[in-house]
């Protein structure tokens, strides 16, 4: 089963027997159908890719998306008809599938990303993404402004996507862009000064951080050179927190699908020994300890390691940051911990899907 965005408020479930297997060539060719491409034209979906950009969470994680003590809705105890009638009277909201969203993971199993391995993005693509998304009053979204970024990157000279981001600001939007912009024209002055006071690097490397996971998307992923030399300097000037640093360049690693580096930055961040890598604290970035452990779990997965990744989640569990509710728990992680202990329990050989 998949989960797909069916339009404002709508959600679509789509589900199969057996696992999919998808022939991109002949989904193309039905896409430009005449009569599936009239209906297509109709709700501006102009291009395959903005079809399957549609696709939030893939087969891969869905059925591990619930927890274990989730009600089941079914003919016979239909909690939603209850539910969801109520949460419409006193305006409540549905969130979890934007938790879940793959849209914003730099690797993701969903049709779109295996569609992005063999058939790179062109122009006339990433037009149709912002098409879609401001016909449908998607505009001020996370995912348009990636695609925005990714539409500058690859044709500098283009003015619509400079027009499109005037027009329709990032929804609810940080002032990290600005402080990023500002602080940049003193970087020599917050590189010399960390020797002895790395607070205002600190800060810089913290505002680039923000902008960077704002644009990050399966679309794009935003160059990271001068983040890494921030927190490489960081590093070597504020001791007490290179734990932190380690782990967040290890998740730039991941990103750049340099696994070899990011396994090495995890261990390092993770080691328990304290003379090696100082004080075993994360308070600068709580979360930065479940985002590099879901992207471990999730590599040992991609290799089918499954003990592996079961070995990190029991890490996970142990530290606090996965199957608890006292605010640190990481809800991605917990879903890949659900998955890895579903997939340890299956037996051998039956771990693939």
Not at 221 to 240: G, I, Y
Not at 326 to 339: E, F, S, T, W
């Amino acid at each position: 089963m998949s989960v797909w965005r069916g339009g404002v408020g709508d959600l679509i479930l789509i589900g199969s027997a057996q696992p999919r297997q998808v022939d991109f060539d002949a989904l193309q060719k039905r896409f430009h159908t005449p009569a599936v491409w009239a209906d297509m034209q109709r709700i501006d979906l102009w291009r395959l890719s903005v079809l399957l950009s549609q696709e939030m969470i893939s087969p891969q994680h869905t059925l591990f998306v619930p927890e274990p003590e989730a009600q089941i809705h079914s003919d016979f105890y239909p909690v939603l008809e209850y539910l969801s009638q109520r949460a419409f009277f006193v305006r409540g909201t549905a969130t979890l599938h934007t938790t879940f969203d793959e849209s914003f993971w730099s690797r993701d199993t969903t049709l779109l990303a295996q569609y992005l391995r063999e058939r790179p993005l062109d122009e006339n693509d990433l037009k149709a993404f912002t098409l879609f998304q401001t016909v449908n009053r998607m505009g001020g979204g996370k995912l348009f402004h990636s695609v925005l970024k990714r539409w500058q990157t690859d044709f500098p000279r283009a003015l619509a996507p400079l027009e499109l981001s005037a027009k329709w600001p990032l929804q609810n939007a940080s002032s990290s862009p600005f402080q990023v912009q500002r602080m940049a024209g003193f970087r020599d002055e917050l590189f010399e000064a960390a020797a002895k006071d790395p607070e205002l690097l600190r800060l810089y490397g913290q505002f680039l951080l923000r902008t960077y996971h704002t644009e990050r998307s399966i679309l794009y992923t935003p160059p990271d050179t001068e983040l890494r030399s921030v927190l490489e300097r960081l590093l070597a000037t504020d001791l007490p927190n290179q734990r932190v640093y380690r782990l967040q360049l290890a998740e730039l690693a991941w990103d750049r699908r340099d696994d070899a580096a990011c396994f090495q930055l995890a261990r390092d961040g993770f080691d328990p020994q304290t003379n090696g890598f100082g004080p075993i604290k994360f308070d600068l970035d709580p979360q930065a300890p479940a985002r590099v452990l879901a992207r471990l779990i999730e590599t040992a997965f991609t290799d089918g390691r499954y003990q592996d990744a079961l070995d990190w989640c029991g890490q996970a569990k142990k530290q606090g940051y996965a199957g608890n509710k006292d605010g640190r728990a990481y809800p991605i992680l917990d879903m890949l911990c659900r998955k890895a202990e579903a997939l340890a329990n299956q037996p051998r050989g039956q771990g693939s899907n």
